[in-house]
Nanobody, 118 residues
Framework: QVQLVESGGGLVQPGGSLTLSCTAS????????MGWYRQTPGNERELVAV??????KYADAVKGRFTISRDGAANTVYLQMNSLKSEDTAVYYC?????????????WGQGTQVTVSS
């Protein structure tokens, strides 16, 4: 098992910035992807940003405002969020996909609330 511990959420005014962090309790033999999703009440969880084999992918809604980065040695992924908008308000979840030997696993963090409001 791998536990994902998220931090950095909170309340911020429109136009402000926040940085989310997610650290895995241990490394996996092979990481396929590590990234961030978000969910609002009544809606499905959606991709925000992900690192796949060293390449980054962003949702159109956050391109140019959010930056994802991964520190493999520290088993940590970050999400730098700038120019935040009220529509960015959501619970943000860290996700890790990868292999231990030949077993594929998909892990989720507990979620961290981001609220953008004046």
């Amino acid at each position: 098992q791998v536990q994902l511990v998220e931090s950095g959420g909170g309340l911020v005014q429109p136009g402000g910035s926040l940085t989310l962090s997610c650290t895995a309790s241990r490394s996996m033999r092979s990481v396929s992807a590590m990234g961030w999703y978000r969910q609002t009440p009544g809606n499905e969880r959606e991709l925000v940003a992900v690192v796949i084999s060293g390449m980054t992918k962003y949702a159109d809604a956050v391109k140019g405002r959010f930056t994802i980065s991964r520190d493999g040695a520290a088993n940590t992924v970050y999400l730098q969020m700038n120019s935040l908008k009220s529509e960015d308000t959501a619970v943000y979840y860290c996700n890790l996909k990868g292999y231990d030997d030949t077993v594929f696993s998909d892990y989720w963090g507990q979620g961290t609330q981001v609220t953008v409001s004046s």
